[in-house]
């Protein structure tokens, strides 16, 4: 996204040849960096392959995009559950439009990203329990979406979701709840384009883990 500045009429003068010049130097063209959002579900992370395609793909998308990347480290992050006091408490600041709170960053950062990635390994036909956290941090209405007369509308920035799963068996994506769900909050928070990026098998024996996985990394440049 680019801005441009035009100068206002008093910057120019007309020149003994009549023609307009302006008083100041160019002004230069200046470039908006997008913001890519980095949603860290991993445990293990120097070993977990999840975190190594997730990171690969951040990388390249940074290049490719110019962007700047936000990591967010969930395992680091030490988010709690709602409880009673905590929903109540969201709830009236909510009512009163009043989303400047510490308690709503989660979701202000994920509605101000340009391209969002997240990466959770498939636990339990979902994810871990921490992105659920997260997510109930995050989906919160007058924020990433609202509520009109023909329903739910998003308010989210981003226009794609990269999903980065790997699974010790073999699951088809439309049969991960992990991915199911975020392809449909997806849709509740305004980003039309989810797409998962999976690895299958990697606790059945095979050759070579690691090139199964450089495989997949060796892809992403098609995938994006």
Not at 17 to 42: D, E, H, Q, S, W
Not at 86 to 100: E, I, P, Q, V
Not at 189 to 194: A, H, L, M, P
Request: glycine share 8%; hydrophobic share 40%; aromatic share 8%.
């Amino acid at each position: 996204m680019f801005l441009k500045r035009t100068r206002p009429a008093f910057l120019w003068k007309i020149s003994t040849r009549g023609k307009c010049v302006p008083l100041l130097p160019k002004l230069k063209i200046l470039k908006t960096m997008k913001k890519l959002l980095f949603v860290n579900a991993c445990v293990n992370r120097g070993t977990s392959r999840t975190c190594r395609i997730a990171g690969e793909l951040v990388s390249l998308l940074e290049k490719r995009e110019d962007c700047e990347v936000s990591e967010l480290i969930l395992e680091e992050e030490k988010m709690q559950a709602l409880t009673s006091e905590t929903l109540n408490r969201r709830s009236a600041l909510s009512a009163g439009k009043d989303f400047s709170g510490e308690m709503f960053r989660y979701a202000r950062q994920f509605r101000e990203a340009d391209c969002v990635v997240i990466a959770a390994p498939y636990w339990d036909l979902g994810f871990p329990a921490m992105l659920k956290i997260y997510i109930e941090s995050v989906s919160i209405p007058g924020i990433v979406y609202r509520y009109g007369e023909c329903g739910p509308a998003g308010l989210c920035r981003a226009e794609k979701i990269y999903y980065v799963t790997t699974r010790g068996g073999h699951v088809d994506d439309e049969k991960d709840l992990g991915y199911v769900t975020m392809a449909e909050l997806g849709k509740l928070f305004g980003i039309g384009d989810v797409r998962c990026i999976s690895l299958n098998g990697l606790d059945i024996p095979a050759d070579d883990i690691d090139s199964i996985v450089k495989k997949v990394i060796d892809s992403l440049p098609d995938r994006l």
